[in-house]
């Protein structure tokens, strides 16, 4: 199967990491979403990433679905997600606020990269959403005093929040204060320091029209 996506993207990051953890081969692919559009819409005519295409020519789209796939994949035992109950809904939670952030943050960049003049109304709203969920997750992950959310072995909400966090300091460092966000500041450093992490991982280029 292939991986299609660069890794400057956090929703692209994520499945790639998801399947080194996991331990599946996989190509990758490092299309760009404006540059290669053309190569990416036969396989997914939103030309969004990630996408990822299955040795049987099956197409997953959006990083839930891809994600949720495999864990089916590798079964519940070895899923990084827990199977049922409070802990699972706590763990989706997670992962839903990390994806909200992350695409408030690419919405930001893109406002800022791809307009000449920001409409300052989205600019503020996309700012007030960051900096809100921010002061969430901030919380929530200074209540924890294991390794990763949920115990001693990472999971999904922990490699969506260390990549949503990643891009959010490189594409605006701004709204990204590590003494005001020491408990997310430390955690991404722990992710960011396992092998897996440092070696799926792209400096941000900001999007070319």
């Known amino acids: 199967m292939f991986l299609i996506g660069q890794y400057d993207s956090p929703f692209v990051r994520r499945v790639a990491l998801a399947l080194r953890l996991y331990g599946l081969p996989f190509e990758h692919r490092p299309w760009s979403t404006f540059g290669d559009a053309d190569k990416i819409a036969p396989y997914n005519p939103l030309r969004r990433v990630p996408t990822l295409v299955l040795d049987d020519g099956e197409v997953l789209i959006e990083s839930t679905i891809i994600l949720d796939y495999l864990d089916e994949l590798v079964g519940l035992e070895k899923a990084m997600l827990p199977r049922d109950g409070a802990d699972r809904r706590r763990h989706l939670r997670i992962c839903?606020?990390?994806?909200?952030?992350?695409?408030?943050?690419?919405?930001?960049?893109?406002?800022?990269?791809?307009?000449?003049e920001p409409l300052a109304l989205w600019v503020e709203r996309c700012q007030?959403?960051?900096?809100?969920?921010?002061?969430?997750?901030?919380?929530?992950r200074a209540k924890i005093p294991t390794p990763y959310w949920l115990g001693d072995r990472i999971g999904h909400a922990d490699i969506a929040v260390a990549c949503v966090i990643r891009f959010t300091r490189e594409a605006h460092p701004q709204l990204f204060d590590a003494g005001r966000y020491p408990a997310l500041t430390a955690h991404s450093e722990r992710c960011e320091a396992l092998p897996e992490f440092m070696e799926i991982v792209q400096p941000l280029a900001p999007p070319k029209g």
Request: hydrophobic fraction near 55%; proline fraction near 0%.
């Open 96 to 116: 839903a606020l990390a994806s909200g952030l992350g695409d408030k943050a690419v919405s930001l960049l893109y406002e800022r990269v791809l307009r000449k």
């Open 128 to 140: 007030a959403q960051i900096a809100d969920v921010l002061g969430v997750l901030e919380a929530e």
